[in-house]
T-cell receptor, first 114, second 117 residues
Framework: AQSVTQLGSHVSVSEGALVLLRCNYSSSVPPYLFWYVQYPNQGLQLLLKYTSAATLVKGINGFEAEFKKSETSFHLTKPSAHMSDAAEYFCAVSWKGGGNKLTFGTGTQLKVEL | GAVVSQHPSWVICKSGTSVKIECRSLDFQATTMFWYRQFPKQSLMLMATSNEGSKATYEQGVEKDKFLINHASLTLSTLTVTSAHPEDSSFYIC?????????????FGPGTRLTVL
């Protein structure tokens, strides 16, 4: 079975500071990993995905994530936070042969302060 | 990008009534649609997967007779909560994918907030 754990339901950073949102996965087969962002009253938007190509994945809005098999992690980072980054972020896992099903983490609410 | 809409965005109903939620892909044909449920402060839980023209596949623990899913066309899927009860109150989110199988991106709707009194 596949699962995702997001450490920290709330993360607060200052504008211009590094953003680090943590995601660890558990999978019995090689996983595909995703980060989604959800703004209030909007649907989830794909930030980036790892599908067994390059381990460092760059996404939209300056975000990137690195797949580390040894640590079973896929943490999301952004060098400099912007006020517009405030949102809920979800890590999700899928797998080959899984029929495109996604298993989500519990989400991390990112707050950006002046 | 691909747009998925949901209607209504929120609904309040009395216990025992049925509620229908629509999910539409506005600018692409959705071979597969997914329905999720999200409780406050919790993750999205997949309820069922539907492919156009065939019966939905429900996840373990989801009552198919209570949550009726119809994927009648390549742009529309509906979720009907039958004989709704307060414990069915939740945020329901759909997603649509243009292809079958792995790696086809899911595009998410904005969700529907259901409150059962």
């Amino acid at each position: 079975a596949q699962s995702v754990t997001q450490l920290g339901s709330h993360v607060s950073v200052s504008e211009g500071a590094l953003v680090l949102l943590r995601c660890n996965y558990s999978s019995s087969v090689p996983p595909y990993l995703f980060w989604y962002v959800q703004y209030p009253n909007q649907g989830l938007q794909l930030l980036l995905k790892y599908t067994s190509a390059a381990t460092l994945v760059k996404g939209i809005n300056g975000f990137e994530a690195e797949f580390k098999k040894s640590e079973t992690s896929f943490h999301l980072t952004k060098p400099s936070a912007h006020m517009s980054d405030a949102a809920e972020y979800f890590c999700a896992v899928s797998w080959k042969g899984g029929g495109n099903k996604l298993t989500f983490g519990t989400g991390t609410q990112l707050k950006v302060e002046l | 990008g691909a747009v998925v809409s949901q209607h209504p965005s929120w609904v309040i109903c009395k216990s025992g009534t049925s509620v229908k939620i629509e999910c539409r892909s506005l600018d692409f044909q959705a071979t597969t649609m997914f329905w999720y449920r999200q409780f406050p402060k919790q993750s999205l839980m997949l309820m069922a997967t539907s492919n156009e023209g065939s019966k939905a596949t429900y996840e373990q623990g989801v009552e198919k007779d209570k949550f009726l899913i119809n994927h009648a066309s390549l742009t529309l899927s509906t979720l009907t909560v039958t004989s709704a009860h307060p414990e069915d109150s939740s945020f329901y989110i759909c997603s649509a994918s243009p292809g079958l199988g792995d790696f086809n991106e899911q595009f998410f709707g904005p969700g529907t907030r259901l409150t059962v009194l």
